[in-house]
């Protein structure tokens, strides 16, 4: 067989997207594609996000594999990486890995994760031999939203005058969570894309936190859902209290738009975090694994107060 490895681009997104499907649902044992993750997209907005992190490879002139990663500053999130199931243990995921891992290098990065399967020693292996190691669980929880007895006073990105001014807030208070981290680029897909919205809560100090919510079609979040997709609460001794504010306001803004359910995770090395998720009665729905591909832990601490996801 005749095998490609190139760029994904545009023209590749509704392959992708089948491929994304075909391989999770024949992995989880769903009966069809569309039952993976209903109504959502997790290739098209990582793509736009970051078309250079993207990678496909074809097989006879198909595409047969596909990876993605995602650019947050300092801090890259590589995944998904999926292959279509006539082409598992061909050695396709291995291709796209080092290709994937070319563009990282090239990049400068301090801090490189992705988020698997923790029952899986396939997918574990692969990604050890690229330099990975296995951290701590990370838990993809949910919780079904009601109004808030006291609901949060929060501001939206979408109305703010001085959003490049708002950018470098976000900016500042990532970065005292972890040097250069930056999600300028997720706050400009939501926002350019139509893709849900970001909520920004402040105190007397400032900017005390915010929250990147996908809902709706093209988004990351499945029918009926939204997706907490990345959220922080500025570092700090009122870190927990501000935490919490954003756990109110994220639940505010679902329970007045009539989500079913909101999905938000975080990892168990933010101890503090899940367990502040736990009280807000947020449960768990699947557990994976963080691997880290340096000697470093990056912001999977305790006193981290930070809501993301890998998948």
Known sequence: MQVDVRS?????????RNCNRTAFSTFYGLPEPSAFRPGADVIGPRWRAWPEGAVAVDVDGDLAAVGLMMHWGSVCIL???TVMPEYWSTGLARRVMAALIAVVE???FTFTGLFTHPQSPTHIRLYEDHGFVMQRITAVMSKTPEAPAAPADFEVFSKVADREGMLNEMRALTHRIEPGLDL???VGAVAEGGLGETLLLRDDDGLAGFAVCHHGPGS???EGQLLVKFAAAASGAKAPTRFSALLTAVETYAAERKFAKIFAGTNAGRSEAYRIMQEAN???????????RSAVEGYNHPEKFVIDDWR
């Open 79 to 81: 995944g998904p990486l």
């Open 184 to 186: 300028r680029r997720e």
């Open 282 to 292: 947020f449960r768990t729905e699947m557990n994976g694994i963080a691997m880290i």
């Open 220 to 222: 990351e979040a499945s």
């Open 8 to 16: 994904l681009v545009e023209a590749d997104l509704p392959a992708a």
């Open 106 to 108: 090239r990049e400068e």
